[in-house]
Every structure is written in C-alpha cells, then in structure tokens.
C-alpha cells in the first residue's frame, strides 16, 4: 500500500513538473481538477515543488495554475517556500506579480536551507538579480528596505555597487539610508566609490549627486 502510495504521488509529480518545464497552464488546470495534489510535496525538496521550480524558470502561466490550489498557497503564507525567493533572485517580475496576487510578503527572511536565501532579504536579492521592476514590487510590499544581516551589504549598498542610478533612487524613495554601514564600517557611498574604477565617471558623479541629496 505505501509503496504503490509512493508510486503514485511520484508519476503524478513527474506529470507535473513536466507541465511546469513546459509552461503548461491548461494541463496544469487539467491535473488539479482531477484530484491530482499541485503541492507541497513535503520531503521531496524544493526541486521537486512545482511552485518553487516555476518561479526559478518564470513561467507565469504554471505559477498562476498552481496558485489555484489552496494548499501551495498556505504552504507560501506559512513561510515554507521558496517561492518568492525564487522570483526575486532569478529577477522575474511577471511571475512575482502572480504570486503577489495570492500571498503578501509579510516577512523578509524565509525558513530556507538554501544559503543564499537565509543570509538575503528577499529585497537584496532582487537588487542583485538588478531587475528594477522586480525590486520595485518587493517594495511595494512595505518591506523594511534597511533590513541587512551582519556582514552583508545592504540593498542601497548592492545598488550602488552595481552603479545602478534607477535602483538607488526608486531605493532612496523609500528610505534607504545612506549613513548606515555594514560590520566592516562601510556606507553605500564607500561601495559606490570601490566601483568607481570601472564605471564612466559621469556616472559615478551623477551618483555621488543623488547621495548628497539625500543626506
């Protein structure tokens, strides 16, 4: 009996996963109405949940077709996805919208074992994936754009590392603070002069302009 259980939840992931890889709205829908578990999948590990591995691709159509599953909904309020993490770090604003339309980020750390989404704001990792739409919807989220774990950059600091005029203003808007520094004792002005060296400068100064504004 468990082994045949097994059997089956296993041919019906492979099913699905197929439909996500292919970005599969309709066979999506048609598995869910046939009684077929769109997720969580506990114990299979997130590259085995459907909603994790259709953000990681951006395949909007999948995500929204999963999202019509209360569970993978729960699943993602109840800080147990990555989901979200996915979105922002892989930079795919289209598929974030889609998820924002079903859940909040309503906490910027997720209980994640990967190492890359336990030590970043989901805000971070948007600024690193330099996608300005993707880091504007995060902050539209109301999150807490100062937020920064010891020894980490902060989002401004990526910015302006990245010499990213648009991504440091929409970030200064909503009031990311120039002053604040990191445990080494560096401000996001520091690391936009580290970078200096491989930017125009006419960039560098239009930077520099936009910071002394703000302080």
Same mark, same amino acid.
């Given at each position: 009996?468990?082994?045949?259980?097994?059997? %089956? *939840?296993?041919?019906?992931? %492979?099913?699905?996963?197929?439909?996500?890889?292919?970005?599969?709205?309709?066979? *999506?829908?048609?598995?869910?109405?046939?009684?077929?578990?769109?997720?969580?999948?506990?114990?299979?590990?997130?590259?085995?949940?459907?909603?994790?591995?259709?953000?990681?691709?951006?395949?909007?159509?999948?995500?929204?077709?999963?999202?019509?599953?209360?569970?993978?909904?729960?699943? *993602?309020?109840?800080?147990?996805?990555?989901?979200?993490?996915? %979105?922002?770090?892989?930079?795919?604003?289209?598929?974030?919208?889609?998820?924002?339309?079903?859940?909040?980020?309503?906490?910027?750390?997720?209980?994640?074992?990967?190492?890359?989404?336990?030590?970043?704001?989901?805000?971070?990792?948007?600024?690193?994936?330099?996608?300005?739409?993707?880091?504007?919807?995060?902050?539209?989220?109301?999150?807490?754009?100062?937020?920064?774990?010891?020894?980490?950059?902060?989002?401004?600091? *990526?910015? $302006?590392?990245?010499?990213?005029?648009?991504? %440091?203003?929409?970030?200064?808007?909503?009031?990311?603070?120039?002053?604040?520094?990191? $445990?080494?004792?560096?401000? $996001?002005?520091?690391?936009?002069?580290? $970078?200096?060296?491989?930017?125009?400068?006419?960039?560098?100064?239009?930077?520099?302009?936009?910071?002394?504004?703000?302080?």
């Amino acid at each position: 009996g468990l082994v045949g259980s097994e059997m %089956c *939840i296993s041919d019906s992931l %492979c099913v699905l996963l197929d439909a996500v890889h292919l970005n599969d709205e309709d066979s *999506i829908d048609v598995l869910r109405t046939r009684g077929v578990r769109l997720g969580p999948f506990t114990g299979w590990g997130d590259d085995y949940e459907p909603i994790a591995g259709a953000c990681r691709l951006g395949h909007t159509a999948a995500a929204r077709a999963i999202l019509r599953d209360p569970s993978v909904v729960q699943h *993602i309020v109840g800080r147990k996805s990555d989901a979200i993490s996915w %979105c922002c770090i892989e930079g795919h604003a289209e598929t974030l919208m889609a998820l924002l339309e079903s859940v909040h980020i309503s906490h910027t750390h997720s209980n994640s074992t990967d190492s890359r989404f336990g030590i970043l704001t989901q805000l971070q990792l948007a600024v690193v994936a330099k996608d300005l739409k993707t880091v504007e919807l995060v902050l539209e989220q109301g999150v807490d754009v100062n937020e920064c774990q010891a020894g980490r950059k902060s989002a401004l600091a *990526i910015a $302006a590392s990245n010499h990213s005029y648009e991504m %440091c203003s929409a970030l200064l808007a909503r009031g990311a603070s120039v002053r604040a520094s990191n $445990a080494d004792g560096l401000t $996001a002005m520091q690391y936009l002069l580290r $970078a200096s060296k491989d930017e125009a400068s006419a960039d560098t100064a239009a930077l520099v302009q936009l910071f002394l504004t703000e302080r």
